[in-house]
């Protein structure tokens, strides 16, 4: 069998990949590709988006299976002009594929077959939108309708932001005839997912359920994107839900389209907001999604053309299609500097023949430059690097391994991608290790006085906040003498990189008498030697942890998930993170962990030195003199 992938990014490549490995299929070819399909696979040099040149080299060349990538061929018609030429092409017609298209008569559809979703309404003007959004009241979600390459979507906190960005979409035309009328949209909060399935317009099969991340940096910080990364499964859908999600959205929107004469065909794609009230719909999608192939299709045990040829023939409710149940996958995006905006390209590509991690690199935006011999950027997002494992922490350590052995010039990828489920992992065993102490009020000062002075102001919070150490088992509490010189404050890194603020903390520790444990341990690479760290960290008399956020922004945040301990986060900024965008990457935490932020590069380094000493002072009146000291230093620096 030959099989054409009609696009060029690593969504292809990843289908390319999975094609490739069926025994029914001889040859793969790529429209138009990318370096890495072109390891793989035949590249055609015509456009995604030049159907009737696509249908005619297809014809020509006696193609038995065509599939789809991207959107935009799909909302053109290419299912619809390669049927008319005989040519079996999976996907759905030009009017099915409205239901991404338009998001404007895909919410109205949504609302006639009674679809859970937010509550929306559609604006022609600015002025209109605006009136729209005080009504429904902020945050609001301002969609664009038409096909926006991700970008099409935000949510604004405030009337000023709904303001610029109506502006960008239906003045200033930013994303062309697409923004031409809006969807303004009730705000919908809780966890997101995604939930694809396969779909023969009569019959589905649900695959495992994927989270991606949208925004362009850690934290969920920066504008919209295609799509930064991914993991699947997504552990917050158990079986329950998404049994819910496929009674309650995926089998009626299947449904739904064929009542109205539309017949889904090929992979139907769910955006979801998982509420209180259960499952709603965000966007329908009509296309596998980039970067969720990349993280399900390495789940499929099955065999893809198989279910393809299931789905042309409307079959697929005789076959059993099959998802490993033992392996995870996460997928990081590798992007060029400056994306989702203007990027550089022609960017010499570092390390694509020799990751050895195990992980499965898909190119993207990638091409061989004129030698043939180099292979080059040639847009935004570069390469996905996907990890397997037997669970997510395992997998996310594998595909951070290795985009740490890729590089170019000025490249960028989010560091916590899945960094939400494996923290929160780390919680019940927390708990099984010990109650964490009752929160214990301190004492009030009488009315109108003045504490003054280091005498003082341990006079005046030591008798409550030895309560609170005492429920710790920390040394100087219940009327002991004061705590052994053991007593230290860790400070830790996740590489070299951030050995500058850690020098700083250990230096302004020192000023203060007290020592510092030093450790540089990536959470991305060795998460258990993480671990080991941070549970042996009382046992070396440390009382208070200092945690880098540099170059692994969610060390801290997974570190406070492992550890009783108190810990302080200092983030840093670079040229492609702003100080807000920074701060709200180490503050990207699951419920029930917590840490304190003290702030950014080397200030913030002296501040959690100042908080360290502050803590242990607590415990130890003899020290409060020598923080209040520490801290007038760093005051004056």
Known sequence: MKVLVVGGGAREHALAWKLFSSSAVREVYCAPGNAGTAIIAHSVPVRHDDIPNLADWAKTQRIDLTVVGPEGPLGLGIV????????????????????????????????RHGIPTGRAEVAESPAAALELARK????????????????????????????????????????????????????????????????????????????????????????NTGGMGAYAPAPSLDA?????????????????????????????????MLTADGPKVLEFNCRFGDPEAQAILPLLESDLVEVLLAIDRGALGAMRVEWSPTLATCVVVAASAGYPGKVKVGLPIRGLDSVESGAIVFHGA???????????????????????????????????????????EGMQYRRDIGAEPVAARLLPALAASGSPPAAVAPAAAPSGAVVE??????????????????????????????????????????????????DIVRAACAAGGVECDLATVSPYRAPEELRRWAEGAPGRGARVLVAIGGSAPHLPGLLAAMTPLPVIAVGTRSANVSSAEAVAALLALPPGVALAVAGLDEGGARNAAALALAILALADPARTARYLEARAAVART
């Open 240 to 272: 329950r839900t998404l049994t819910e999600v496929r009674e309650r959205i995926l089998a009626p929107a299947i449904a739904a389209m064929a009542a109205e004469g539309r017949p889904f065909k090929g992979v139907l794609y769910a955006g979801l």
């Open 366 to 408: 990638t091409r061989r430059d004129r030698s043939g011999r180099n292979v080059v950027t040639s847009g935004g997002r570069v390469v996905s690097v996907v990890g397997r494992g037997r669970d997510l922490q395992q997998a996310r350590s594998q595909a951070y391994r290795g985009i740490g052995e890729i590089g170019f």
């Open 136 to 223: 429904l009241g902020y945050p609001v979600a301002i969609k664009a309708d038409g096909l926006a390459a991700g970008k099409g979507v935000v949510v604004a906190q405030d009337e000023s932001q709904a303001r610029g960005v109506l502006q960008d979409f239906m003045v200033d035309k930013t994303l062309g005839a697409a923004g031409a009328r809006v969807l303004v949209e009730e705000f919908l909060d809780g966890e997101e997912a995604s939930v694809l399935a396969f779909s023969d317009g009569r019959d589905l099969a649900v695959m495992p359920p994927a989270r991606d991340y949208k925004r362009v940096g850690d934290g969920d910080s920066g504008p």
């Open 80 to 111: 619809d002009h390669f049927a008319a030429h005989g040519l079996v092409c999976i996907g759905p017609t030009r009017e099915a594929a409205e239901i991404e298209t338009s998001k404007v008569w895909a919410k109205a559809l949504i609302a």
């Open 453 to 502: 002075g280091p005498e003082a102001l341990v006079s005046s919070l030591s008798a409550s906040l030895s309560t609170a150490f005492a429920a710790l088992g920390a040394p100087g509490s219940g009327g002991e003498s004061a705590p052994p010189a053991a007593v230290t404050v860790g400070v830790i890194g996740a590489d070299a990189a951030d050995g500058a603020l850690v």
